[in-house]
């Protein structure tokens, strides 16, 4: 028997948040509490999940980093039949919130115009749903993620490549040391003779910097935020693409300061800009493994 767990909800005043930004709201309050309470690490397991399931979106990401931060891959119950596995009796569901989405019908005025876009989808609310991480199932053995150990492989190649689409110049400069990478808006430049795994992390933080602090932002940062952020991304991509990484918790702790709103756009942009870069850094999307994500990718 699976069932689904509706005590692993954090609240509000009392109440269930039932929408995203409740949500988000509620894992926030709870990382500040953990954080005071001197558990640095909460904010570490937060941004592994971010290297995990970058898919999906900043508040189910926190969601399932509280729920299970051991989690590594997750699906709905019937996505794992699809992959030949199956859900272990017992074991409790990780509630995300789902999109709920709608078609509205465009007036006989409007759709005379454009018949062939007489309706739109539209996003109408969310819904409770729930995923199994893959150590609540068993069955067949899924095809091994790859992972680099240390060395970045095509991954610099990629990042590269999509940093030219952006229209961003990449070069390599002795004159900069002793600074590792530098961002100029629009210009990096990274020390060459770094090792490869050095080289990749520096480029993510770069490419971060560009990112992020190249463009307007709804609060000021202060230059130890920017480089706090700028890390934090470099710490989600490498360990996304399975180079080893220390610890997050330290170092990134500076991205609390006692201000939820704060920190809750730090995690977010930091979430958000990892996402991109990871997405730039993945191989062409085949169609059978575009259908097999489509039920991971949720509000």
Do not use: C
Not at 23 to 47: D, F, P, R, V, W
Request: proline share 3%.
């Amino acid at each position: 028997m699976n069932t689904i767990d509706n005590t692993n909800t954090v609240a509000i005043n009392g109440k269930k948040p039932s929408t995203k930004q409740e949500m988000i709201a509620a894992n926030i309050k709870l990382l500040i509490e953990q954080l005071e309470a001197g558990h640095s690490e909460a904010l570490t397991n937060y941004l592994t999940a971010m290297s995990r399931f970058h898919n999906y979106s900043f508040g189910n990401v926190l969601e399932i980093a509280r729920q299970m931060p051991a989690a590594t891959k997750v699906a709905g119950f019937w996505t794992w039949k699809n992959l030949g596995r199956n859900v272990k009796a017992g074991q409790k569901g990780i509630r995300i919130l789902a999109p709920i989405v709608g078609v509205r019908r465009k007036k006989d005025s409007e759709a005379q115009k454009d018949i062939t876009k007489q309706n739109e989808r539209v996003l109408v609310g969310f819904r409770n749903a729930y995923v199994f991480d893959i150590s609540q199932t068993d069955g067949v053995d899924l095809p091994a993620m790859h992972e680099v150990n240390g060395d970045p492989g095509e991954s610099i190649d990629r990042l590269a490549a999509f940093l030219k689409g952006k229209g961003i110049q990449l070069v390599y400069n002795p004159n900069i040391a002793p600074a590792l990478g530098v961002s100029y808006g629009g210009r990096i430049a990274i020390l060459p003779g770094q090792s490869k795994a050095e080289e990749f992390s520096t480029l993510v933080h770069e490419t971060a910097h560009e990112l992020l602090h190249k463009a307007d932002r709804r609060t000021a940062t202060t230059k130890t935020v920017r480089e706090t952020e700028a890390e934090a991304v470099a710490f989600v991509v490498g360990k996304a693409v399975g180079l080893v990484t220390g610890s997050a918790s330290a170092d990134y702790i500076q991205l609390y300061h006692g201000n939820a709103s704060l920190l809750a756009e730090s995690l977010e942009v930091i979430q958000q800009t990892a996402s991109v870069i990871l997405a730039a850094l993945e191989p062409p999307v085949t169609e059978d493994r575009a259908s097999q994500e489509l039920e991971e990718i949720a509000a």
